[in-house]
């Protein structure tokens, strides 16, 4: 008992020497942690750029003819690709510079646009994420967001449309609070199910989330939909009270949702960093022996995880709907909820980094768009690119192998996730 | 320390208590009652269910039709399910008691298809025979688990080597215009993943939850990327030879069995070779003790010579190999070209069957069926003009899974080493 005790005040002092690395980071070369992921980024894009090469059937053509004509061949069809990820993504430089010089604010907005795009592309993966950064972080793996984020937009749209006479300053947060709701109990169920009968939460979301695409398809086929749709699974326009206003006129759908976002984030960092709440439950997740002995209960700190990690991807899905289709429909997501995990590694599991690996993200999306307009490649290359990324930053050795650079002196945290047992 | 009460907790799992006692009790009666009033008591007292027994378009193991008389039929099993659960409360079955629960499910399934079919015909067998095909997939899925896991590695990846080998069986399939080819294709496209995993997991001991993840969200987006790019525009690319039915001589004549088990195409044949040979190579061979041995305790079976990481690759090899065919069934042995996603989940439900089965082949294969069954009332049921939509249907299997894993039917024993890189002192 007393070894235990020992073991315990340990352990205490480890997680305490843990929650102050901020010092031990100042001093840290530049770059420091961010280094791996911009690697990883950066070899992503060049595998990216390799397959773009390797799938052109004119490359191939113009390596018939000569191997420098193929090179010439493969490098403009990358660049061209890339440049309009780019202008995609952020906007033409050249307009830009000319519009902020000119008065014209229409011209102004509408230059600004594809990078206010990317914003608004990435706001839901910036919930999404932390629902998954939240998860990790409490050693729970939540794949199971996409089938959150359904069932929040599908609550979210119902308060939307079928409540009327509210103001817009009621109407609107219960519509986006009901979201929330929906996916809290979504994530709500496989947490329950893992505190109280050890089924592992990973195989438990992905069900959830089939469970939440054949329901959300019922209701948008027959209690949730739209009269004058005509059998196709869509909902009503939600009211104008419950919209999450846009800041300029359309086709600029650059909204508040976007700041929403951040104050979630910066609100999921104090509750992770600065509160009991949130040490006890970082406690569970890196060292789940070490929070039994100390009289944590490993299984409320579960519930609550998950509950709140639905919770999240819930507002993914309420501020799709809300800000941005204003109903909702079966492609509501493009695949956030497998995304949100690699955004979640790659930010290291903190808000302030998936914050900037959603940035990340949601202006890839953006680009790559443009990218399917103009060189007519798949936008599905963004998955291949991301998941590239992904392996490489769980993979740091790869990385460091390949630019050579050196290995940490301290061992680097890894996310503790449990078999399917769920004994530790 | 962690053996000796890893022990104890294997001796508690094999006792059963006696709060699950009653309480499984108390379900099979809430079955017989739900048997009762909402599928007997609404039926008409004369309505006939009409059972047609040979699967549509097959000439060989012809079986009669059954013709039940709905009310009464409905009356038995209500009765059966009842008496097992009042028997199960007051005395409980022991070691019978997983059976029990079988029949009374059984019951409930059985009563569902004659209520829906009251007053029409189903084509049970035909239902039946699709169930052995829609469990294909699934079974195979549980066996590629069972192989990794046993070695000690989780592969949550099988659904993202399955969608990898059904695109590459495809285009393969498609321009040699040879199944056996296409099915070779498959096979080495998801070995080179599980190649892959391996070396995440073993070599750079990334958790393997997370690089499994990685596999899946890699072949999902790169069998879109080139559907997208190449299959929808070049039709040549995505127009496979399929396997066609063998009925096996002899065999396919017996009535009802023969047309479901022994008229089927290859992979439902595969499938059982695949059962036996694993059944027998991990229980009864020196190279089964083996990978089991370091999948339970890499340590002790490293001191004993046996080489843990070459053990662990071939582990997560052959778990590549089966989900590759696994994977080319979808569009070799069932659909017959390759669509985005088609896997919809199937490598998931492997997973959960063969938690279900409880890490055993014979295991993994039963709960492949009950969940080819679960696939099969659904997409028949739609068919039969019936008042539950068809998307609730459509959540059976992944409801049933989840009350799978929380237990209801009692915890299995993972392989304890399963998911910890093995790391030499």
Same mark, same amino acid.
């Given at each position: 008992?007393?070894?235990?005790?020992?073991?315990?005040?340990?352990?205490?002092?480890?997680?305490?020497?843990?929650?102050?690395?901020?010092?031990?980071?100042?001093?840290?070369?530049?770059?420091?942690?961010?280094?791996?992921?911009?690697?990883?980024?950066?070899?992503?894009?060049?595998?990216?750029?390799?397959?773009?090469?390797?799938?052109?059937?004119?490359?191939?053509?113009?390596?018939?003819?000569?191997?420098?004509?193929?090179?010439?061949?493969?490098?403009?069809?990358?660049?061209?690709?890339?440049?309009?990820?780019?202008?995609?993504?952020?906007?033409?430089?050249?307009?830009?510079?000319?519009?902020?010089?000119?008065?014209?604010?229409?011209?102004?907005?509408?230059?600004?646009?594809?990078?206010?795009? %990317?914003?608004?592309?990435?706001?839901?993966?910036? @919930?999404?994420? /932390?629902? *998954? $950064?939240?998860?990790?972080?409490?050693? =729970? !793996?939540?794949?199971?967001?996409?089938?959150?984020?359904?069932?929040?937009?599908?609550?979210?749209?119902?308060?939307?449309?079928?409540?009327?006479?509210?103001?817009?300053?009621?109407?609107?947060?219960?519509?986006?609070?009901?979201?929330?709701?929906?996916?809290?109990?979504?994530?709500?169920?496989?947490?329950?199910?893992?505190?109280?009968?050890?089924?592992?939460?990973?195989?438990?979301?992905?069900?959830?989330?089939?469970?939440?695409?054949?329901?959300?398809?019922?209701?948008?086929?027959?209690?949730?939909?739209?009269?004058?749709?005509?059998?196709?699974?869509?909902?009503?326009?939600?009211?104008?009270?419950?919209?999450?206003?846009?800041?300029?006129? %359309?086709?600029?759908?650059?909204?508040?949702?976007? @700041?929403?976002? /951040?104050? *979630? $984030?910066?609100?999921?960092?104090?509750? =992770? !960093?600065?509160?009991?709440?949130?040490?006890?439950?970082?406690?569970?997740?890196?060292?789940?022996?070490?929070?039994?002995?100390?009289?944590?209960?490993?299984?409320?700190?579960?519930?609550?995880?998950?509950?709140?990690?639905?919770?999240?991807?819930?507002?993914?899905?309420?501020?799709?709907?809300?800000?941005?289709?204003?109903?909702?429909?079966?492609?509501?997501?493009?695949?956030?909820?497998?995304?949100?995990?690699?955004?979640?590694?790659?930010?290291?599991?903190?808000?302030?980094?998936?914050?900037?690996?959603?940035?990340?993200?949601?202006?890839?999306?953006?680009?790559?768009?443009?990218?399917?307009?103009?060189?007519?490649?798949?936008?599905?290359?963004?998955?291949?690119?991301?998941?590239?990324?992904?392996?490489?930053?769980?993979?740091? $050795?790869?990385?460091?192998?390949?630019?050579?650079?050196?290995?940490?002196?301290?061992?680097?945290?890894?996310?503790?996730?449990?078999?399917?047992?769920?004994?530790? | 320390?962690?053996?000796?009460?890893?022990?104890?907790?294997?001796?508690?799992?094999?006792?059963?208590?006696?709060?699950?006692?009653?309480?499984?009790?108390?379900?099979?009666?809430?079955?017989?009652?739900?048997?009762?009033?909402?599928?007997?008591?609404?039926?008409?007292?004369?309505?006939?269910?009409?059972?047609?027994?040979?699967?549509?378009?097959?000439?060989?193991?012809?079986?009669?039709?059954?013709?039940?008389?709905?009310?009464?039929?409905?009356?038995?099993?209500?009765?059966?399910?009842?008496?097992?659960?009042?028997?199960?409360?007051?005395?409980?079955?022991?070691?019978?008691?997983?059976?029990?629960?079988?029949?009374?499910?059984?019951?409930?399934?059985?009563?569902?298809?004659?209520?829906?079919?009251?007053?029409?015909?189903?084509?049970?067998?035909?239902?039946?025979?699709?169930?052995?095909?829609?469990?294909?997939?699934?079974?195979?899925?549980?066996?590629?688990?069972?192989?990794?896991?046993?070695?000690?590695?989780?592969?949550?990846?099988?659904?993202?080597?399955?969608?990898?080998?059904?695109?590459?069986?495809?285009?393969?399939?498609?321009?040699?215009?040879?199944?056996?080819?296409?099915?070779?294709?498959?096979?080495?496209?998801?070995?080179?993943?599980?190649?892959?995993?391996?070396?995440?997991?073993?070599?750079?001991?990334?958790?393997?939850?997370?690089?499994?993840?990685?596999?899946?969200?890699?072949?999902?987006?790169?069998?879109?990327?080139?559907?997208?790019?190449?299959?929808?525009?070049?039709?040549?690319?995505?127009?496979?030879?399929?396997?066609?039915?063998?009925?096996?001589?002899?065999?396919?004549?017996?009535?009802?069995?023969?047309?479901?088990?022994?008229?089927?195409?290859?992979?439902?044949?595969?499938?059982?070779?695949?059962?036996?040979?694993?059944?027998?190579?991990?229980?009864?061979?020196?190279?089964?003790?083996?990978?089991?041995?370091?999948?339970?305790?890499?340590?002790?079976?490293?001191?004993?010579?046996?080489?843990?990481?070459?053990?662990?690759?071939?582990?997560?090899?052959?778990?590549?190999?089966?989900?590759?065919?696994?994977?080319?069934?979808?569009?070799?042995?069932?659909?017959?070209?390759?669509?985005?996603?088609?896997?919809?989940?199937?490598?998931?439900?492997?997973?959960?069957?063969?938690?279900?089965?409880?890490?055993?082949?014979?295991?993994?294969?039963?709960?492949?069926?009950?969940?080819?069954?679960?696939?099969?009332?659904?997409?028949?049921?739609?068919?039969?003009?019936?008042?539950?939509?068809?998307?609730?249907?459509?959540?059976?299997?992944?409801?049933?899974?989840?009350?799978?894993?929380?237990?209801?039917?009692?915890?299995?024993?993972?392989?304890?080493?399963?998911?910890?890189?093995?790391?030499?002192?």
């Amino acid at each position: 008992m007393s070894e235990q005790k020992k073991d315990l005040g340990q352990e205490i002092l480890k997680e305490i020497n843990q929650d102050h690395p901020k010092t031990e980071q100042a001093r840290k070369p530049f770059l420091g942690k961010a280094a791996i992921p911009l690697l990883a980024i950066v070899t992503g894009l060049i595998i990216g750029a390799l397959l773009i090469a390797i799938t052109s059937q004119s490359v191939y053509a113009a390596f018939g003819e000569s191997i420098g004509k193929g090179f010439t061949q493969a490098f403009s069809e990358i660049g061209t690709a890339y440049k309009a990820l780019f202008t995609g993504a952020i906007g033409d430089p050249i307009r830009m510079i000319n519009a902020v010089k000119g008065d014209d604010a229409k011209e102004l907005r509408q230059a600004f646009n594809p990078f206010l795009e %990317s914003l608004v592309q990435s706001t839901p993966y910036i @919930f999404a994420g /932390l629902a *998954v $950064a939240l998860g990790f972080r409490s050693g =729970l !793996f939540n794949i199971g967001v996409e089938g959150q984020l359904f069932i929040g937009a599908a609550c979210a749209t119902y308060v939307g449309y079928s409540i009327t006479g509210l103001p817009a300053w009621i109407h609107m947060p219960l519509a986006f609070l009901a979201g929330a709701l929906g996916g809290a109990l979504w994530g709500f169920v496989p947490g329950f199910l893992k505190a109280k009968t050890g089924g592992h939460e990973v195989i438990n979301t992905i069900m959830m989330n089939w469970i939440a695409f054949r329901l959300t398809e019922w209701l948008l086929s027959g209690p949730m939909t739209r009269p004058e749709s005509g059998g196709m699974p869509i909902s009503p326009i939600i009211q104008k009270t419950a919209e999450i206003p846009q800041f300029f006129p %359309s086709p600029i759908r650059f909204h508040l949702g976007f @700041f929403i976002a /951040l104050i *979630v $984030a910066y609100l999921i960092w104090w509750l =992770l !960093f600065k509160t009991t709440w949130g040490l006890n439950l970082r406690t569970v997740g890196t060292n789940p022996r070490a929070a039994r002995y100390a009289g944590l209960s490993t299984a409320k700190s579960i519930m609550l995880a998950m509950s709140l990690s639905g919770a999240l991807a819930g507002m993914a899905g309420a501020v799709q709907v809300l800000a941005v289709n204003r109903s909702m429909a079966l492609g509501l997501s493009s695949g956030y909820g497998f995304d949100s995990i690699a955004l979640a590694l790659i930010g290291n599991t903190h808000p302030v980094g998936v914050v900037l690996a959603s940035l990340l993200f949601g202006t890839l999306r953006n680009g790559a768009t443009r990218m399917m307009v103009v060189s007519s490649i798949p936008i599905d290359i963004v998955d291949v690119v991301q998941a590239i990324i992904l392996m490489f930053v769980a993979a740091p $050795a790869i990385i460091r192998s390949i630019y050579h650079l050196r290995k940490p002196k301290q061992e680097e945290q890894q996310i503790f996730l449990s078999g399917w047992g769920g004994q530790s | 320390m962690t053996t000796s009460s890893r022990v104890i907790e294997h001796k508690r799992v094999a006792e059963i208590s006696s709060t699950r006692k009653i309480i499984i009790g108390v379900v099979e009666i809430l079955i017989g009652l739900l048997i009762y009033f909402a599928f007997a008591a609404k039926t008409a007292g004369d309505a006939l269910t009409k059972f047609v027994m040979t699967p549509g378009g097959i000439d060989q193991g012809i079986m009669a039709d059954w013709i039940l008389p709905s009310k009464i039929t409905l009356t038995i099993l209500a009765v059966v399910s009842l008496v097992i659960g009042i028997y199960q409360v007051i005395k409980g079955f022991g070691k019978w008691t997983n059976l029990m629960v079988g029949i009374s499910a059984l019951s409930l399934i059985f009563a569902f298809l004659v209520w829906q079919a009251a007053g029409k015909q189903l084509n049970l067998a035909g239902m039946l025979s699709s169930a052995v095909l829609l469990a294909v997939p699934i079974t195979l899925g549980a066996f590629s688990g069972i192989l990794a896991e046993r070695s000690g590695i989780i592969n949550i990846s099988i659904e993202g080597m399955m969608l990898m080998a059904s695109m590459v069986a495809a285009i393969v399939g498609s321009v040699t215009k040879n199944p056996w080819l296409g099915l070779l294709g498959g096979i080495l496209s998801s070995i080179l993943l599980a190649l892959i995993l391996g070396v995440l997991s073993i070599k750079y001991k990334i958790n393997q939850v997370i690089s499994g993840t990685v596999i899946n969200i890699f072949s999902a987006g790169m069998t879109a990327f080139i559907s997208q790019k190449f299959l929808q525009h070049i039709q040549g690319l995505n127009n496979p030879k399929m396997f066609t039915r063998v009925p096996l001589p002899g065999l396919a004549d017996i009535p009802l069995i023969g047309p479901i088990l022994f008229n089927q195409n290859i992979f439902v044949y595969l499938m059982f070779v695949i059962l036996i040979i694993l059944q027998v190579a991990l229980f009864q061979t020196r190279w089964g003790l083996r990978l089991r041995s370091v999948g339970e305790h890499p340590k002790a079976a490293d001191t004993l010579g046996i080489n843990v990481i070459r053990t662990r690759y071939m582990g997560v090899i052959l778990s590549g190999l089966v989900a590759g065919i696994a994977g080319a069934f979808f569009t070799l042995g069932s659909v017959g070209r390759f669509d985005e996603g088609m896997t919809a989940g199937k490598g998931f439900i492997g997973l959960a069957a063969m938690i279900f089965g409880n890490w055993m082949p014979i295991g993994a294969i039963g709960a492949g069926m009950l969940f080819g069954f679960a696939d099969a009332i659904g997409s028949k049921l739609s068919l039969l003009g019936s008042a539950i939509p068809p998307q609730f249907m459509a959540m059976a299997p992944y409801l049933i899974t989840m009350i799978v894993l929380a237990g209801f039917i009692g915890k299995g024993q993972a392989p304890a080493a399963e998911g910890e890189p093995y790391e030499k002192e």
